[in-house]
């Protein structure tokens, strides 16, 4: 059975309530929306009545429990029994314990909701499979794992929809940047966009706002920049820019990692010329990346493209290290700004460096 948490808020937004839920995660956040879900759906938003009792792991017994369970709800149609820090009652259970507290689960008692809160959440343990099985357990992490891109979708998908929901404007661009400088940090994403609303005062939040008011605290590598640009994702190359520019990175250092990666798409993309069918994850390496992530890439470039961006980056090297300017503006650029042409140029086919218009 799914364990989404999406589906389960769904479900309760429209009065479907399970007899057990078992919630945990990586993301506090979630896991007190969640929560909150829970008991809004059966008992209201109002104070604590006669049919809500909470206990902590660390001093309920599995006896116990079952027994506020079994109670009859008074004054309202269901019960709502909550245990906080749930893992530390599981630790405690013997043979005896398991079997009843695995008894329960299997047979919940129908007018009673049971919400069974892990701080310290371990999907492999034998009672929260248990949970999983009947259906109980409602994970509330943010998806993705290690795979970076994943993550960084679901978190632009997820301040979307924070600000659809709390009316919140913004330019382009700002959410790109608070994905790149705070990450899966949810509780300072929510406070992030709350301190922004307020400076704003109603208008939409601006990139100048958020440089203002947002503290990065996601700090990138150059080759998440090199991924960017290998994957032609503008708006996340010049996220990553600013958060490099932020953490002062040296701007040589984040071209060599980004002359390593041209090369190495250059090399698959002549393999890929001479054999179609080649395995570019075993032929051409790439730290890190998962099978298939090369091929990925090098479909979004022709060949004639990965040359130019091979001259492209060698007149950003020049530039950068001072013996000639921009083709693009007369004034001199900082090292940063150099890098963003650099970026736009490859990402978008803007005229770089060297280059004239048209």
């Known amino acids: 059975m799914s ?208 440089d203002e008011l947002v503290t990065p605290v996601r700090e990138i590598e150059s080759f998440d920049l090199s991924d960017a640009i290998l994957m032609r994702d503008l708006p996340r190359a010049l996220a990553d820019i600013s958060q490099l520019k932020t953490q002062r990175v040296e701007a040589l250092m984040v071209l060599g990692s980004l002359g390593y990666s041209l090369r190495q798409l250059a090399r698959a993309k002549q393999m890929l010329s001479v054999n179609p069918e080649v395995n570019l994850s075993k032929a051409v390496y790439m730290h890190g990346k998962p099978p298939g992530w090369l091929a990925s890439a090098a479909r979004r470039w022709t060949v004639p493209q990965v040359h130019r961006a091979m001259r492209v980056l060698a007149s950003t090297d020049a530039a950068l290290k001072g013996s000639k300017g921009s083709a693009m503006g007369a004034r001199p650029m900082g090292d940063f700004r150099v890098l963003e042409e650099f970026a736009m140029t490859l990402c978008s086919g803007a005229p770089g460096m060297g280059e004239l218009p048209g």
């Not at 406070?191 to 100048?208: K, N």
Request: aromatic share 6%.
């Open 3 to 210: 364990d989404d948490m999406n589906e389960a808020l769904a479900a309760l937004a429209k009065g479907t309530v399970k007899p057990v839920y078992v919630l945990g995660g990586n993301e506090w956040l979630l896991v007190s929306r969640c929560m909150n879900a829970v008991r809004t759906a059966v008992v209201g938003t109002g104070p604590r009545g006669l049919s809500e009792d909470v206990f902590d792991g660390d001093n309920i017994t599995v006896n116990n429990l079952i027994g506020a369970c079994r109670t009859l709800p008074m004054m309202a149609k269901r019960r709502l029994v909550i245990v906080r820090r749930a893992e530390e009652m599981a630790q405690k259970l013997n043979d005896k314990d398991q079997r009843e507290f695995f008894g329960y689960m299997a047979a919940p008692e129908p007018s009673t909701v049971l919400m069974l809160v892990v701080t310290k959440f371990d999907g492999r343990r034998t009672w929260i499979n248990e949970a999983r099985k009947h259906g109980w357990l409602v994970t509330c992490s943010v998806p993705g794992g290690d795979d970076d891109k994943k993550v960084d979708a679901w978190l632009t998908q997820w301040i979307t929809a924070e600000m659809k929901g709390r009316k919140i404007a913004a330019e382009p661009g700002v959410v790109d940047r608070l994905v790149a400088w705070i990450g899966p940090e949810l509780g300072m994403l929510s406070d992030a966009l709350e301190r922004l609303s307020l400076y704003t005062a109603g208008e939409p939040i601006t990139l100048a706002a958020v």
